[in-house]
């Protein structure tokens, strides 16, 4: 069995790569979705500028959708990283890491570790770049 696994190991980046691809779509998506009184709600409940919670919104959709598709990886999962450290951040104020609402911190801290996980790895195989 240690065979197989060994001779796939480059697949094991591609699943990260699209789970993330697809969390960040996601999340991009809604948070675009809501337009500018939707964004401009969340940006004032958090103490942010408008323009700093559009650009993380589209941030999340575009290098979601690179990173789904395996183009400009790297560069997706850096600036993803940067995006959900400062998620991580906000909300690790709110206490509890595995509860729902405001203060659930783990779910972009997860994100982070895979933004950075690809970051260093890059794309192996399925991608627009290889």
Known sequence: MEFFFEEKSDYSTTFIRLALGIIMTLAGFGKVMKGNEGITSMATSMGFPVILMWAAALIELIG???????????????????????ATIVVINGGAPFMGGSSFWAWPLVNFLMAVSLLFSGTKVISVDK
């Open 64 to 86: 979601g959708i690179l990173i789904l598709v395996g183009f400009y990886t790297r560069t997706s999962a850096f600036l993803i990283a940067c995006v959900m450290l400062v």
